[in-house]
């Protein structure tokens, strides 16, 4: 029950947080108007500003303001995405994914099934 929950602990907060970054990105226009660009690059900024963990806050907005993201692209988007947490993977001493294959990098994050009935993805999720 609700009265039970806890708030998220900084993994938990982190795996949601790249769960909905590569998410966006792996979703975003094959090739980006404008205006889908500026959508992006403002969420990039304010997920950066507004981060809930004042640490990994302060490494990401220096990340994003050292390596501006490119975003004509799902292709460059998701790359730059993939650089970017890998960059937090090492600081962390975790490991890096290569973030030249495309397509391994949709085969995580691409196909959320978001269009499936509401019970069918939650039985999915507790299969998982
Ligand atoms: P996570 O790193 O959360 O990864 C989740 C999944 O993403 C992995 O299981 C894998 O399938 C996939 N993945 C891994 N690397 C990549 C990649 N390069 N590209 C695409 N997919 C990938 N924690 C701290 O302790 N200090 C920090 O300064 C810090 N900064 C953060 C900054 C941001 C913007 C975010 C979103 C999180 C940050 N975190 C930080 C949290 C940290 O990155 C991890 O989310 C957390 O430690 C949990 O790690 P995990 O091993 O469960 O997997």
Redesign the pocket.
């Known amino acids: 029950p609700f009265q039970d929950e806890k708030p998220p602990t900084?993994?938990e907060l982190?795996?949601a947080?790249?769960t909905l970054?590569?998410s966006i990105a792996a979703n975003y226009p094959e090739v980006a108007t404008p205006e889908m660009q500026t959508h992006a690059r403002q969420f990039i900024a304010s997920f950066a500003a507004l981060?809930p963990?004042p640490?990994?806050r302060e490494?990401?907005q220096g990340y994003v303001r050292t390596h501006p993201p490119a975003l004509e692209s799902r292709e460059q988007f998701v790359k730059w995405?993939?650089r970017a947490?890998?960059a937090?993977?090492l600081?962390?001493g975790?490991p890096?994914?290569p973030?030249t294959d495309l397509q391994l990098?949709d085969k995580?994050w691409r196909d959320c099934h978001c269009d499936e009935q509401e019970p069918q993805n939650m039985i999915r999720a507790a299969r998982r």
């Open positions: 900084r993994a982190g795996r947080g790249w970054l590569h981060y963990c640490t990994c490494h990401f995405c993939c947490h890998n937090v993977n600081r962390l975790k890096t994914i973030c990098l995580r």
